[in-house]
């Protein structure tokens, strides 16, 4: 199993990245799946919110889709602010669409929906925040290719 919580591994996720999904994005600012959001277009990330409630609205200058299945383009990294129970379905659309790595934010986790991820080739970050991370991972936005 991999150690998804070292400093190399959230790096290599993050500098890979061009292209976030954020499921369960937020249209209320004082949300953290509005602000993550904010702060990863702010790094330079391309976010793509999705929640069912705001499909077709846009938030942060990006268009809101229903689910990831509807994202007409390709997606590196799927940012989840779902429940736990929640990331096992998301899981499995982020396996569909072809994306690399999922990252289950602060309080989500599923080792069943992160070993079949795994499974299926992508990187997997539980229980942690890209954002609150960042810091810590001394992230520089000049390492990105954006």
């Keep these: 199993m991999n150690d998804s919580t070292t400093t190399e591994y959230m790096r290599n996720i993050l500098q890979k990245a ?9 249209d209320k ?6 602000s993550v959001m904010k702060f990863l277009q702010d790094k330079g990330y391309r976010c793509i919110p999705v929640n069912p409630r705001l499909a077709g609205k846009t938030l942060l200058g990006e268009k809101v889709y229903g689910s990831l299945r509807e994202i007409p383009e390709s997606v590196d990294m799927v ?20 994306a690399s790595a999922v990252w289950m934010q602060l309080g989500v986790i599923n080792e069943a929906a992160a070993e079949r991820a795994r499974q299926a080739g992508l990187q997997v970050v539980m229980d942690h ?6 810091g810590r991972l ?3 936005a000049s390492e990105f290719n954006f």
Aim: with cysteine.
């Design 138 to 140: 001394g992230m520089d």
């Design 79 to 98: 940012d989840l602010f779902v429940n736990s129970k929640l990331a096992g379905p998301v899981t499995e659309d982020a396996i569909a669409i072809g």
């Design 18 to 26: 061009k292209t976030i999904a954020v499921v369960g994005a937020s």
């Design 29 to 34: 600012p004082e949300r953290a799946a509005y």
């Design 129 to 134: 925040c890209p954002a609150q991370e960042w």
